[in-house]
Structure formats: C-alpha cells, structure tokens
C-alpha cells in the first residue's frame, strides 16, 4: 500500500516535472530587446528597468537583454519595425518617429506644435495615450502583426545648434540640421527654411563632432544631456515643437508562446517602466510629480535639473514665449494641413478631442 501510494506519488512528480520542463523548453534563453539610443539615455535606462523588472518578476525564467545603439539593425534606425515582425528582433522599446515611415498614423505625435500648443502639454499626450485617438494607434501598430504592450516616453524635442540663439525662423535659414530618416522631419524643417540632412542617429554624434551639421533635435533629459550635446553645441532651442512617445511591443509569434500568467506579468512590468520612463523624460519639467515619484522607488538620478545642466555647462538655453511659439506655429500651417491629411483626419480630429477633454 505504502508503496503503491510513494509510487503514485513519484509518477505525479516525474509528470509535472516533465510538464514543467517542456514549458520551460518552450521559452528561448534570452530574447533580445531593440533600443536605438545608448544604455544611458533615458530610453536606455527603461529598457534596462522593464528587463530587470521581468527577469525580477519571472524569478529569472524570462530573460529579456536590451540591445543599445541600433545594434540589432545595424545602425538603421527606421528598419525596427520590419525586423520585429519577422522575429530577428523579439522586443523593441521602439520610437513613434522610427515606425512612422511604415505606419502613417504614428506621425500624429510628430505633427509640429500640435501636442505642445496646449496649457499642460504632459497632460495632452497623456489624454492622447490613453484616449481614443491612443487606441487608433496601437491598433495601427497590431495591424502590422506586433503586439502593443504599452507607452513611455523619450520626450518633447528640442532643437541644439552650435549657432544661435533661435527665436524666430529667419534664425533658421539655411541651417545644417541633422534630422533622423523620416519624412515629416524633411518637411518641418525646409518650411522654416533649414537645410535638414538625414543622418541615423548611430552615424549622428560622429557627424556632430566632425561638424558637418549646425545642429540637431532631441529631449533635454533623454538625450541631449546624456550625450553632453555642450560638447558641440552651444543654443538649445526650448520650442517643445513634437513629442517623442516610446511604445513596448513585441514580435507575435513569440508573445504568444508565453503562458498568460507570464503575459501578465510583462505587461505589469511594461506599466512600471512606463512610469519610470515617463518620470525620467519629464522630470524638472513639470510641478515636481516626476521627481516625488523617482524618490518613492528610490531611482533618482545623480542630474536632477537637465536643463540647468545644460546652462551649467555654458550652453544658452532659450524658453520660448507665445509670441515666438505663434511665428513657427503659422509657419508650420501647411505641413500641419498636409500630414493631416496623410496620418488620416479621423486620428487628429480624435485627438483634438482626447486633449480638449483633458
Ligand atoms: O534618431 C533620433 O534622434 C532618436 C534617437 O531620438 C530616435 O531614434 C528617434
């Protein structure tokens, strides 16, 4: 009897280990994540947070490592989308701007001066995100056959230039700007009248120490400050002119191979990142949530002001009023008019109205 029941019992154990086993079998050894910026961009760090966070979380069944620099593209920052959905890449913590060629909607958060032309310009692409508008979107990204894990944030784009100041854009004529490989940059800039050259960010801080630009547009927590821009470039341009939300997303094939408690479990890990990420981009630039919240999970980083930073190290930084904000705004009409009609006038008008309703 005895040992009928210690024989029963060690079958019941050879069969969930074996289940166990083929489940783990199941899942690869390490997935790799896709970021284009460096490891200590504020992009860089939430990638590093959401693998840690899963690898924390899954007890170290699930290892996710992010790959920095456009290394898993070899520098071409705008072929992400084309790489995930064939599985090459399993994760990318991908760049609106970087899928935007591919997929029409996701310029709406590029359009210029159009997020940022509100009161509260964090709230408006919160109410976008989380709006109607946010859901056309990821739909559009899904269609691609990617899933849509969630937001963060690299951050509203400044201009730097190694001439300057900027205040109007007769300021801006002729300028060399390097600008990422996407069309709308193109249009924004000859309509103020600059000379936009297309250059992949992996290929771009050579180029910015050669000097074959004047200049260039990223965030200030996110990038400008992490890459040293002072290095090159003297004027920040604090305009605000586009935002640059992040999204997690990732191959389908392998998204469906996880269990759903561990589908749950990343999409937690893909909400913290997202406050994290949110917090890093915005932190010193709104009423003081950002830096509450970095302390409470004990993750503030050793530069907490960004921009004084940038005046620290003996760059001029010109804050934009709404007298210098109407002259770019109206300059920019016609590229507004054009890619509304390009991104769908369903997808702004919904967000017109997600940012009204904010
Ligand atoms: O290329 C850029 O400027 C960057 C790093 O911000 C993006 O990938 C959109």
């Known amino acids: ?5 210690l024989s029963k019992a060690a079958l019941a154990l050879a069969t969930m280990g074996l289940c166990l086993s083929a489940a783990s079998a199941a899942y690869k050894s390490e997935y790799k994540l896709s970021v284009v910026p460096g490891a200590s961009s504020g992009w860089g760090q939430t990638a590093t947070f959401f693998a840690d966070c899963v690898r924390q979380k899954s007890n170290g069944r699930i290892n996710i490592k992010p790959y920095f620099g456009a290394q898993l593209m070899a520098g071409k920052q705008t072929s992400e989308l084309l790489l995930v959905r064939r599985g090459a890449i399993d994760f990318a913590l991908a760049s609106t701007i970087n899928w935007s060629p591919q997929i029409k909607e996701l310029n709406l958060t590029a359009l210029p001066f159009f997020v940022a032309n509100n009161p509260d310009r964090y709230k408006a692409i919160d109410a976008i995100e989380a709006g109607k508008s946010g859901k056309m979107l990821e739909k559009a990204i899904e269609k691609t056959g990617v899933k849509f894990l969630g937001w963060s944030e690299n951050g509203f784009r400044e201009l730097t230039t190694s001439k300057g100041p900027i205040e109007k854009p007769e300021d801006m004529k002729g300028m060399k700007l390097r ?4 069309p709308i940059f193109i249009d924004i800039f000859s309509s103020l009248g600059a000379n936009p050259q297309a250059i992949n960010w ?10 074959i630009v004047d200049g260039q547009e990223n965030p200030t927590n996110g990038i400008n400050v992490p890459t040293k821009v002072w290095q090159w470039h003297k004027y920040s341009t604090d305009w605000h002119y586009m935002i640059d939300p992040l999204f997690f997303t990732a191959n389908m094939k392998v998204w469906k191979e996880f269990s759903p408690e561990d589908q749950k479990l990343i999409l937690s890990c893909a909400t913290e990142a997202e406050k994290y990420g ?7 630039n709104d009423n003081g949530q950002a830096y509450e919240y970095l ?6 980083p050793a530069i907490t002001n960004p921009k004084e930073e940038l005046k620290k190290n003996g760059m001029t930084v010109t804050e934009y ?3 210098m904000i109407k002259r ?3 300059a920019t009409a016609g590229v507004r008019a054009d890619w509304t009609q390009k991104i769908g006038p ?4 919904a967000a017109e109205e997600d940012m009204q309703a904010a």
């Open 1 to 5: 009897m005895t040992f009928k029941l």
């Open 179 to 182: 600008v990422c490989g996407t």
């Open 202 to 211: 992996s290929e771009a801080v050579t180029g910015f120490q050669q000097g």
């Open 278 to 284: 949110k917090a890093l981009s915005r932190l010193s």
């Open 295 to 300: 302390k409470s999970i004990n993750k503030l």
């Open 321 to 323: 009023t709404p007298e």
């Open 328 to 330: 770019f705004y109206e």
């Open 346 to 349: 369903n997808v702004v008008k």
